[in-house]
Each structure stands twice: as structure tokens, then as C-alpha cells.
Nanobody, 125 residues
Framework: QVQLVESGGGLVQPGGSLRLSCAASGKFFSINAMGWYRQAPGQQRELVATITPSGSTNYADSVKGRFTISRDNAKNTLYLQMSSLKPEDTAVYYC???????????????????WGQGTQVTVSS
């Protein structure tokens, strides 16, 4: 019903940059908060950054000053600009969106949470 497709991952050297994208498609009325999460091997999934429809952002301490989250509401697309990447940033990065499936749901603040399939980011020399 709602699909999130991430792109932009890959292999980058320490100190390098990458830009992740997440495009939402399907049948829905609106998207509320969106976010990026990541999961390294053997570890739990953790919050990277979130953003509201109006553009208010929240970041994990470990990425503050290095990562920038943004969104294009007209395109239903979420972005994560990652700079000064470190080996410890290596993980699978997941996009999350809280979606109102109808005007009825939006009016009552009923949101369903959806996840993308993940994109691998590897920081290594």
C-alpha cells in the first residue's frame, strides 16, 4: 500500500560524503514525521535523525554537525546528507515514515509506520 525505497548507499572512504534518498509511493493522504535509522551488525537499530513536515529536526548526538536530514514534501522524498563519515557510521540505513492513509485518518492523527528495505553504507579505506 505504501512503499519506501531508499537509494544512495555505497562504499566511501573515511572523511567522505554520501547522500541518501527515500521516496514514498502508493496510496495515502499525507506523511507526518519521517526519519532515518541505522543498524550495524550485531547491534540494535538506532535513531539517526527525524524531521517533521514543517522541517523541525532531531539528531542523534553521534551525527550532529555531520549529517543533515531534509525532505521535499511535494515529492514525498526524504534525504540524508552525510559528511565527515567515520568507520563507525557503517550500517544499513533505513527510512521510516508515519503515514495517514486517508483524510479521515489524518483528521484523527492516525498514522501507520512504514519502513524501507534499507541501504548499506560502508565507511572504509
Amino acid at each position: 500500500q505504501v512503499q519506501l525505497v531508499e537509494s544512495g548507499g555505497g562504499l566511501v572512504q573515511p572523511g567522505g560524503s554520501l547522500r541518501l534518498s527515500c521516496a514514498a509511493s502508493g496510496k495515502f493522504f499525507s506523511i507526518n514525521a519521517m526519519g532515518w535509522y541505522r543498524q550495524a551488525p550485531g547491534q540494535q537499530r538506532e535513531l539517526v535523525a527525524t524531521i517533521t513536515p514543517s522541517g523541525s529536526t532531531n539528531y542523534a548526538d553521534s551525527v550532529k554537525g555531520r549529517f543533515t536530514i531534509s525532505r521535499d514534501n511535494a515529492k514525498n522524498t526524504l534525504y540524508l546528507q552525510m559528511s565527515s563519515l567515520k568507520p563507525e557510521d557503517t550500517a544499513v540505513y533505513y527510512c521510516n515514515a508515519n503515514v495517514a492513509l486517508s483524510v479521515f485518518a489524518a483528521a484523527r492523527s492516525i498514522y501507520n509506520s512504514y519502513w524501507g528495505q534499507g541501504t548499506q553504507v560502508t565507511v572504509s579505506s
